[in-house]
């Protein structure tokens, strides 16, 4: 059974920091491509992962490049999201979820549509203060 659960999320200041973890149990992080969601308060989940991780890289939204950061850990099967000059409107629920029909390399490609992903956790929030 597959299964993915965040934590790390908690309520902070803008401009401030926080790390979100996603830890995985019933297949290895390294065999999929792995994305991160977000749910502002009152909106939909935004169709596109803010940050994705694969064999072939990384890739990031706009409005996340340079402040964000995602990375994996083969050893502890986790990925994380370091978060950084948090802005009020970062302000959502903050899911992982992964694809595990594709890796990122050996001809797969990952993609930050949601609707390629198989799996997610149930989210932690994250709320930023201005």
Do not use: H
């Not at 978060?83 to 302000?91: G, R």
């Not at 490609?109 to 997610?120: A, G, P, S, V």
């Amino acid at each position: 059974q597959v299964r993915l659960e965040e934590s790390g999320g908690g309520s902070v200041q803008a401009g401030g920091s926080l790390r979100l973890s996603c830890t995985i149990s019933g297949i290895r992080v390294n065999s999929a491509c792995m994305g991160w969601f977000r749910q502002a308060p009152g909106k939909e989940r935004e169709e596109f992962a803010i940050a994705m991780i694969g064999a072939g890289g990384t890739e990031y939204d706009d409005s996340v490049k340079a402040r964000f950061t995602v990375s994996r850990d083969i050893d502890n099967n986790a990925v994380y999201l370091q978060m950084n000059s948090l802005k009020a409107e970062d302000t959502a629920i903050y899911s992982c979820a992964a694809d595990f029909r594709r890796t990122g390399d050996d001809g797969t490609t990952c993609y930050r549509r949601d609707f390629m992903y198989d799996y997610w956790g149930q989210g932690t929030q994250v709320t930023v203060s201005s």
